[in-house]
């Protein structure tokens, strides 16, 4: 005899992702996810529909500069996995992993070290998803 | 550390490099900041004249103004 438990579905959607990320972080201003491919999976913000064919674009070059600027960098071991850009307007931060892509905007304070810990694990948990 | 003066000298040149480091501090805040991180953790961040950096620095520009638009 075995006991069954019903469990809530745990299915991981990338919608779901992005909106589970902007629970855990009041300082994201909009996320865009992108699939292996290169293309839009997801995109969220917390104000509204974010322009997201156009920031899935923008995304997607991202890690193709970051690689040419590691290339430059002595004693660096590409690939580039996450990069972070700030300014007084706000903060960028991306991770690649799991064969997605994540970005998002957020406020200029916000700590990177948490930011890239929120997105390592949503991708993560993406990742062990897919497989 | 910052080697003691003495005298009423001293301390008018301990509060104007007081003043300067603080504006050192200020300025350094305002300097857009762009850091790659490698698979094992390890970042850099990239000087001005850095391969990529201006493409880094113009899409992430254009993608926060994307945000801040209702």
Do not use: C
């Not at chain 1, 779901?16 to 839009?40: F, K, N, P």
């Not at chain 2, 910052?2 to 300025?27: F, T």
């Amino acid at each position: 005899m075995g006991i069954v438990t019903a469990v809530p579905d745990s299915t991981l959607t990338p919608e779901l992702a992005l909106r589970y990320l902007d629970e855990l972080s009041t300082d994201i201003r909009a996320a865009v996810l992108l699939d292996g491919g290169g293309e839009v999976a997801a995109a969220h913000s917390p104000d509204g529909e974010p322009p997201a064919d156009r920031l899935g674009e923008l995304a997607s070059q991202l890690f193709g500069h970051a690689d040419t600027a590691a290339e430059g960098a002595h004693g660096f071991q590409p690939p580039v996995t996450q990069l972070e850009v700030t300014i007084d307007e706000g903060a960028l931060f991306a991770v690649r992993a799991e064969g997605w892509t994540i970005a998002v905007v957020a406020g200029r304070f916000a700590l990177p070290s948490l930011m890239f810990y929120d997105l390592n694990a949503v991708l993560s948990d993406l990742g062990k998803q897919a497989a | 550390m910052r080697k003691e003066r003495k005298g009423p000298l001293g301390k008018v040149m301990g509060i104007a490099e007081d003043v300067a480091a603080g504006q050192r501090r200020r300025h350094a805040r305002r300097e857009p900041r762009v850091a790659i991180y490698d698979s094992i953790g390890h970042a850099r961040v990239l000087a001005e004249d850095a391969q990529g950096r201006a493409e880094l620095l113009e899409l992430a520009q254009e993608m926060i103004s994307l945000a801040a638009t209702p």
